[in-house]
């Protein structure tokens, strides 16, 4: 989520511009104008990237039903990764609309909330059918509330965590992630101990409400490395690239560890930052 649309939307009045339309006199028909013809190249690449997230969302529940689940949990990881780049393709190309956003938040619903618990519950959680399927379900939930948190501040002001650079809550995709962390495990280790329902359901509903809190996470904006260690972080993503290649379950384990250890890091640093904030805001007019 994430925290992935496009920032700037554009109010219900311009959503049309999400079409093509003729500027001569042709295109209109006494006053009125004609028919749409189609959807401009321009905004239909960034939705075209948001729709193949869902197919993938999509894909991944019906590697679950198959008991296929390392090719159900790669279909959910290509998502988050259409996900990253719709927004960004979306801004850089100036087609940001209502309707993407609309698409992208019916896409992040499916694909990081109703797709990662179908896997979980097939995987493990169906082993306790009524407590299993409500740790699935607070996982879908959760997912859906953030997103329509998410909406129905379009047309708001900015919260303070956002305009700080950090985030509220933790992202739907990177929620989605942590929640197939037991599956990593287990595949990386073959461990059958990672799939033990009643951990699973307890890990499950711990990262659902994570999603919905207003707990202040890091954002691409609040991370600002020092001029002296940005080759050393350039080494490091190019190592982290390989390892995804080589050892691809076992980094994500580390990725999903290293979040997570970043949690209270967050938390720190927006409160340190509000707090300057307000006393910015609580000094007198004659101190300067």
């Known amino acids: ?22 500027a001569h006199d042709a295109g209109y028909d006494f006053g009125r104008k004609r028919l749409p013809r189609g959807l401009t190249l321009r905004a239909l690449v960034p939705n075209a990237v948001t729709s193949a997230a869902l197919c993938c969302g999509l894909t991944g529940i019906r590697f679950a039903i198959g008991g296929d689940f390392h090719l159900a ?111 990593y495990l287990w595949i990386a280790s073959g461990r059958d101990e990672f799939r033990n329902p009643p951990a699973v359901a307890l890990w ?13 996470t890091l954002g691409w904006g609040a991370l600002r490395p020092r001029r002296s260690v940005r080759l050393e972080l350039i080494g490091l993503f190019g190592l982290v690239f390989a390892a995804l290649l080589t050892e691809p379950w076992l980094t994500l384990v580390g990725i999903c560890a290293v979040y997570l250890a970043l949690l209270p890091v967050g938390m720190i640093r927006y409160s340190r930052v509000k707090r300057q ?7 007198p007019v004659g101190d300067a």
């Open 1 to 22: 989520m994430t925290g992935n649309r496009p920032a700037d939307v554009p109010d219900e009045d311009d959503a049309d511009a999400l079409f093509e339309a003729p």
């Open 73 to 183: 949990v790669q279909a959910v990881i290509v998502a988050g990764m259409l996900d990253g780049i719709d927004g960004r393709i979306a801004r850089a190309m100036r087609a940001q609309s209502r309707f993407g956003a609309e698409l992208d938040s019916l896409s992040d619903a499916i694909s990081f909330g109703v797709a990662p618990a179908l896997v979980l519950y097939l995987w493990s959680l169906q082993v306790m059918p009524r407590f299993g399927w409500f740790a699935a379900l607070a996982l879908a939930v959760c997912c859906a509330l953030r997103l329509a948190r998410f909406n129905a501040q379009i047309d708001m002001a900015e919260p303070p965590q956002k305009r700080a650079g950090f985030l509220t809550g933790v992202p739907a995709p990177v929620g989605a992630g942590l929640a197939l962390m037991p599956i």
């Open 204 to 216: 499950t509903v711990m990262v659902a409400f994570l999603m919905i809190s207003n707990t202040a």
């Open 277 to 283: 904030r307000e006393a910015v805001r609580g000094k």
